[in-house]
Nanobody, 118 residues
């Protein structure tokens, strides 16, 4: 069974840092783009950052310069280093990946809560 499992969320004070991890497991031929999304209460889910298999990256304007996405292809894992966190970063963070299994299917993780206190 193919799945994405996230870890690393929690409660942090404004200005602090957290690192999220998301590991893909199962019968995977390869993984295409991997990304992080977030959804705050009462808001739509939004893209935070995305990284291609060749490690090209793209970020939401609101997190540029504060968040860094990276991936370890050997471990089928994507990371999100979050620095200088703000209360408005509070949300459930979801990992997503397009995986070749062998069809190309987009998978989502279960979500991890990030809460930034002021």
């Amino acid at each position: 069974q193919v799945q994405l499992v996230e870890s690393g969320g929690g409660l942090v004070q404004a200005g602090g840092s957290l690192r999220l991890s998301c590991a893909a497991s199962g019968s995977i031929f390869s993984i295409k783009p991997m990304g992080w999304y977030r959804q705050a209460p009462g808001k739509q889910r939004e893209l935070v950052a995305i990284i291609t298999s060749g490690c090209s990256t793209n970020y939401a304007d609101s997190v540029k310069g504060r968040f860094t996405i990276s991936r370890d292809n050997a471990k089928n894992t994507v990371y999100l280093q979050m620095n200088s966190l703000k209360p408005e970063d509070t949300a459930v963070y979801y990992c997503s990946a397009e995986m070749v299994v062998p069809d190309v299917i987009r998978y989502w993780g279960q979500g991890t809560q990030v809460t930034v206190s002021s």
